[in-house]
């Protein structure tokens, strides 16, 4: 699968939806980038430039909020997004091994996306399942209690042909 590209009667009709539901005021940004976000899977740089007008603040105001929140993307991110916990009591729990394990089977370092479109690898702080660590959500799905020895199988079920298709 390739990355989707956006045309831009996509990128304009998001937008226009996200403003008409949140209106126009500062307060507004971070609800409508997060609806744009969820209606084109990131947040192509013509949205960005659209919303800031919508807004009347400026583009690097857009682009900062767009970069500092997690569950926006400045980029086209995977089919299966893969977050890793990396605080401190899934690494006690043998944290680091599983994420070495993720990362030779992905070939991917954190922030990336692969070629195929398929998988983009992040990294997140404790989403508060500490008890099963190490933990490893990939799409809005956990998997706990994780081994390196379970990395290739939990990827398989994401693959074509797989059980979370
Ligand atoms: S530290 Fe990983 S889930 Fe809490």
Redesign the pocket.
């Known amino acids: 699968m390739a990355l989707k590209v956006q045309s831009r009667t996509d990128i304009s009709a998001a937008v226009q939806a996200a403003v008409e539901r949140h209106g126009t005021t500062a307060e507004a940004l971070v609800p409508i980038l997060s609806d744009v976000n969820r209606a084109l899977g990131f947040l192509p740089q013509d949205a960005m430039t659209a919303i800031s007008r919508s807004l009347r603040i400026p583009p690097s105001q857009v682009l900062s909020t767009a970069s500092f929140y997690q569950m926006l993307s400045t980029r086209p991110r995977g089919k299966h997004v893969i977050k890793f916990?990396?605080?401190?009591?899934?690494?006690v729990?043998g944290?680091r091994l599983v994420w070495k394990a993720l990362q030779d089977a992905l070939g991917l370092e954190p922030g990336q996306t692969s070629a195929d479109g398929q998988w983009t690898l992040l990294t997140t702080?404790?989403?508060?399942?500490?008890?099963?660590?190490?933990?490893l959500i990939i799409d809005d799905e956990v998997h706990g209690n994780v081994t390196p020895e379970k990395v290739p199988e939990i990827l398989a079920q994401y693959q074509e042909g797989g059980t979370s298709q």
């Open positions: 916990c990396e605080s401190a009591p899934c690494h729990m944290g702080s404790c989403p508060g399942v500490c008890g099963v660590g190490p933990v």
